[in-house]
């Protein structure tokens, strides 16, 4: 919410209803950060005061229930118990999802939990010494592009898994150059040919802008290279 509502409500919501929503989120990702510091939290109370009066012009009263109240003691949380990563309970609520999903027998819910934990611990211990069998180890990723590309970068193995199904979006050609560039310019296997090709612009043309060319032929040249 902090990182990605900020960026999709700007373009298709007001100004003034983008902005209160961002602000909101940017304290969320403030409060969610490594590091505190009690007079950014003591600040972000202020703000948040404004903040909810602001919402308070956009929504209806009924969105306005005690979830929305508890946002202004956040920051008081914060300041007397230090960084929220520390301490929140997601991953703790996950596991219980987790360990619900082994009841089978719901009169003995107990018995079901722990009968199906060692069951489940079992299996993955055997699954370690199979050879020739799909497990959780050696499974293929779900969104599994090697077919369809001809090198593998680290910054394409993702372990993301689409909520639904996607919807193709177009880049123009100047979008998709830098977007490009930036893939290819921050890729560990990359730094060599990077080097390279940096070295035969620099021999080619001594009086040019090196890295303006650099950057405008690496994408081609690399292509070139690696087919």
């Known amino acids: 919410m902090q990182r990605l509502l900020a960026v999709g409500v700007r373009k298709f919501l007001p100004e003034s209803i983008s902005t209160t929503i961002t602000e909101?989120?940017?304290?969320?990702?403030?409060?969610?950060?490594?590091?505190?510091n009690v007079s950014d939290m003591e600040k972000a109370k202020d703000d948040l005061i404004v903040i909810l009066c602001k919402m308070e012009l956009i929504f209806p009263p009924t969105f306005f229930d005690i979830m929305i109240h508890l946002v202004l003691h956040l920051p008081d949380e914060a300041i007397l118990g230090g960084p929220v990563f520390m301490r929140w309970m997601y991953p703790f609520e996950r596991y219980m999802k987790k360990l619900k999903n082994?009841?089978?027998?719901?009169?003995?819910?107990?018995?079901?939990?722990?009968?199906g934990y060692v069951a489940d611990e079992a299996l993955i211990f055997c699954s370690m010494y199979f050879k020739g069998v799909e497990t959780k180890f050696n499974q293929p990723d779900r969104n599994e592009d090697a077919p369809y590309v001809n090198r593998h970068l680290t910054v394409f193995e993702s372990q993301c898994r689409p909520l639904s199904k996607g919807i193709p979006v177009p880049l123009d050609e100047n979008t998709r150059n830098k977007a490009e560039w930036f893939i290819l310019d921050n890729s560990p296997e990359t730094e060599v040919y990077l080097e390279e090709h940096l070295t035969e612009v620099q021999q080619r043309d001594m009086a040019a802008n090196h890295k303006l060319i650099h950057k405008k032929e690496f994408h081609s040249w690399f292509h070139k290279k690696t087919v």
């Open 102 to 115: 082994y009841v089978r027998n719901k009169a003995r819910p107990e018995g079901s939990i722990a009968e």
């Open 24 to 36: 909101l989120c940017n304290f969320l990702k403030q409060l969610c950060s490594r590091t505190l």
